[in-house]
């Protein structure tokens, strides 16, 4: 994966599309529907900051809903949005099940979707902003390989079963891992993609193999909670502990040691691409279906540059 390119690439992109559009009127008031899935997740929270202070500079009124992770409650928060008179929807779904039905809606409604990280399956939206979760999970393991010279028992923390980040970094980070023999021994899937979560299932696989080497966190959050079961385990060899998404508190915890590795989503310019995206929409300009970003292994080596100015 060529991170540094693929960020400059995604610079210059969002640079042409903001000349393309900053003829058109840019908001003038219009409303945009932010349906997020889980505010309680930092990375979502960053999207949703970079949304509304990107969007309130280009004129738009933005209306957040938080889903808290129940995909009937974001069905209704959506429907809602919609009876709101929203001009456009940047939508993440909070789960696989029902992610469609908001944007069948929306769509019904003539509102245009824009989603950012996750896909609904079956009803895409207008555009797909995302992170290349695949090739960054890949790189990840393959580090990990790595460091631990291709010896260790491995286990993996999903995220929710089924969502998309989910799907492409369980495959990434398993065949970064294949790349040097090592297999995932242990599966568990998360609901939340929490740092308790994280802590609670550690706990269980370290009692149930005190050998394990290697946790593989599909979120910053899930891996912070994996590490302090770790810290509490109090066992005799190195354990590695990776994440992924490069929250703040992760990159932290990698500045400190608590974590070793992550692979940082440029968040913030995701968010401004979807207000982008929706410019570009309402005024007829076309717009990629799919806008994926790269993400960037993140080290105790590199992570400075990353906590003074997130991407």
Not at 168 to 195: H, N, P, Y
Not at 250 to 268: E, N, V, Y
């Amino acid at each position: 994966m060529s991170t540094g390119h693929g960020f400059r690439a995604v610079a210059f992109a969002g640079i042409a599309l903001a000349l393309s559009t900053s003829g058109c009127g840019r908001g003038d008031g219009k409303k945009i529907g932010l349906a997020v899935a889980n505010l309680q997740a930092e990375f979502f929270n960053m999207i949703k900051q970079s949304v509304e202070t990107y969007g309130k500079t280009k004129g738009f009124t933005v209306v957040t809903v938080d889903a808290k992770g129940d995909a009937t409650t974001q069905v209704n928060q959506v429907q809602d949005l919609i009876a709101q008179n929203i001009d456009a929807l940047i939508y993440i779904p909070a789960g696989a099940t029902a992610a469609a039905v908001p944007v069948n809606a929306a769509r019904a409604a003539g509102i245009p979707v824009i989603n950012v990280d996750r896909q609904a399956e079956g009803a895409p939206g207008d555009t797909f902003i995302y992170g290349r979760s695949v090739a960054a999970a890949m790189e990840l393991g393959k580090w990990v390989c790595e460091q631990t010279q291709g010896r260790g028992r491995a286990v993996m923390i999903h995220g929710q079963r089924g969502t998309t980040p989910e799907i492409d970094r369980t495959k990434g980070f398993t065949e970064g891992l294949a790349s040097c023999g090592i297999v995932i021994t242990q599966d568990q899937w998360t609901e939340r993609w929490s740092a308790d979560e994280g802590n609670t299932i550690a706990q269980n696989m370290l009692q149930r193999d005190s050998s394990v080497n290697i946790i593989v966190g599909q979120a910053d959050g899930i891996a912070l909670g994996a590490a302090q079961a770790v810290k509490l385990a109090k066992l005799p060899h190195k354990v590695w502990v990776v994440g992924f998404d490069g929250d703040v508190g992760g990159l932290k915890a990698i500045q400190s040691g608590s974590l070793d590795a992550t692979a940082t989503q440029q968040t913030f310019t995701m968010g401004r691409m979807a207000v982008d995206a929706v410019i570009a929409i309402l005024s007829g300009q076309p717009v990629a279906r799919d806008q994926p970003t790269d993400a960037r292994l993140t080290t105790r080596a590199n992570v400075e540059p990353l906590l003074n100015a997130h991407p």
